[in-house]
């Protein structure tokens, strides 16, 4: 492929774009629910080896980031960034878009996070048929977990839980289906798409009203979780406490799909760090969600009449593969980005 080169400005800077292996631009699917997450590494590297080496994905392109949508996130002209997006073979979303900055001191949004510590997005969550494989050949690559993968059931499934913790602060949720067994899902090679992200909140009604009253979310699920008798949780809970610390739950849902879920949990009684306050483009962790929308003015007029503060520059930038789009952004009392955006003509 040749690589095209843009002038930018008035001074010589150079971005390349993004080598994709997609032909022509992707039209997203709209109203389905957020399409990829953006993720902030030190270092692709690994991430690119685990997940196409262990989970069976394949980096569908790798480029520089356009400049305007490093100045949409409110960095520096001097900060300079590159990416690569990560997708399973066969779907055409929960996509995962590891991107790297230069330019710019960095942290971890979540460093040495509990799983009960509020702030940021907490974990990309994934289906497998065999989680505890997968498990096996992240600890082999100096990886971690919350805890050995855990049954438990919920909603009549009974299933097998693991939380990997992988560089960054980034947490990779592999669930698998014992009883009943998975059906469909046919792409699945090591794991799944990503079809939920999870976020760890300090104040639940708050996170619920942003997405359900803010954004229009629905809700399959609200309720508390809590053990009957004292278990390992595949949250690394004290299993003392597992009967006492009820897990309020929030899964939402732009609509009636098992992809581009939002899940909201705090563990009621326990009061962890609050990692808020990092959650922006320049730290490192999964710093945002990507929601495809029809029209973008129109989803900001919405929005910011619902009293929520949006961030948009108004400029047309390139993302591949879907070309020409804008882009706004709102974050959550959380501290959970969510970067809306409209593909162009």
Avoid at 78 to 83: A, K, Q
Avoid at 234 to 254: A, C, K
Avoid at 267 to 273: I, M, P, R, S
Wanted: avoid cysteine.
């Amino acid at each position: 492929m040749r690589t095209i080169i843009f002038a930018l400005l008035s001074f010589v800077t150079f971005w390349v774009a993004p080598v994709s292996v997609t032909a022509k631009p992707v039209q997203p699917e709209i109203g389905k629910g957020w399409q990829e997450a953006v993720v902030h590494v030190a270092d692709p590297a690994p991430w690119v080896a685990f997940f196409t080496e262990d989970a069976g994905w394949k980096v569908a392109s790798r480029g520089r980031i356009d400049p305007t949508i490093l100045k949409s996130w409110n960095l520096a002209p001097s900060v300079t960034g590159t990416e690569v997006l990560l997708v399973n073979e066969g779907d055409s979303k929960g996509w995962i878009r590891l991107v790297t900055l230069k330019g710019i001191a960095s942290e971890p949004i979540r460093p040495a996070a509990q799983a009960w510590d509020p702030g940021g997005w907490f974990s990309l969550m994934t289906r497998s048929r065999d989680a505890t494989t997968v498990y096996k050949k992240a600890i082999a690559r100096g990886w971690t977990a919350y805890n050995s993968p855990q049954e438990f059931s919920f909603g009549g499934v009974q299933l097998r839980n693991v939380v990997i913790r992988g560089p960054d602060g980034v947490n990779v949720s592999i669930y698998e289906r014992l009883v009943p067994k998975l059906e469909g899902w046919d792409t699945i090679k090591g794991i799944s798409r990503v079809f939920n992200v999870m976020t760890m909140v300090k104040d639940f009604e708050a996170e619920r009203a942003f997405f359900q009253e803010g954004l229009g979310f629905g809700a399959w699920f609200i309720g508390n979780y809590e053990d009957t008798i004292p278990v390992a949780t595949n949250f690394g809970l004290p299993v003392n406490l597992s009967t006492h610390i009820p897990r309020r739950s929030g899964i939402l849902w732009e609509s009636q799909s098992e992809d581009g879920r939002v899940e909201l949990m705090r563990f009621v009684g326990l009061e962890g760090v609050d990692h808020a306050p990092r959650a922006n483009f320049t730290n490192r962790g999964i710093v945002a969600l990507r929601l495809p929308v029809a029209n973008l003015d129109a989803w900001v007029s919405k929005v910011r009449a619902k009293g929520i503060e949006v961030s948009t520059i108004g400029q047309p930038s390139r993302l591949a593969p879907y070309g020409r789009v804008k882009t706004a952004w709102v974050q959550s009392p959380n501290g959970g980005i969510v970067e809306a955006f409209e593909v162009l003509p």
